[in-house]
């Protein structure tokens, strides 16, 4: 067999490699590799709002009379949110005369107005580039680069936040 042709028969053509970063990173770059691709997006962002949150003030009212005298006990229980229920009052329970107690409970309108804009997601950066995240809650562009410049043998970090993705590729 000549010798072209043998060296094209046992000639190995380089392969890509593709290292994917979804969380932050070092990227160990192996010697004789001096430029890679890299791709990737950051975070997401979250829509905004404007508008009433719902919401209501719940309150248990204890009536007591205690030798025929008034006695009543207001306890905050909080707040509820959604659709604001019907007040009601339980039976009255007479101990003996003059003495009964009755439990009722009592809401009331305790909506209020948010305004939030939308944000935007955290950006990924590695290898001196920026991959951006998305404004709102939509899925973030892929962002791309070719022929980056690096130094075989050298260490880059990666930081990518959650949701967020970058992918190095190199021939080896």
Not at 2 to 11: C, E, Q, T
Not at 91 to 103: A, L, M, W
Not at 120 to 140: D, V
Request: glycine share 12%; proline share 8%.
């Amino acid at each position: 067999m000549k010798a072209w042709l043998m060296a094209l028969a046992f000639s190995r053509r380089p392969q890509p490699v593709s290292i994917p970063f979804d969380k932050n990173g070092t990227l160990v770059v192996p010697a004789g590799v001096s430029s890679v691709s890299v791709s990737g997006y950051g975070a997401r962002g979250t829509d905004g709002f404007s508008g009433t949150v719902s919401r209501y003030r719940r309150t248990q009212v204890i009536h007591r009379y205690v030798d025929f005298v008034y006695r009543r006990t207001d306890t905050d229980l909080g707040y509820g949110f959604g659709s604001m229920p019907a007040p009601y009052c339980e039976p009255e329970i007479v101990v003996s005369p003059g003495n009964s107690v009755q439990e009722c409970m009592i809401y009331s309108d305790a909506s209020y107005s948010e305004n939030r804009p939308p944000t935007t997601g955290a950006s990924a950066t590695g290898l001196g580039k920026t991959f951006p995240g998305s404004y709102g809650n939509t899925a973030p562009g892929t962002t791309s680069f070719t022929n980056v410049p690096v130094n075989g043998g050298a260490s880059y970090n990666i930081v990518v936040p959650a949701g967020g993705l970058v992918t190095v590729t190199y021939y080896l």
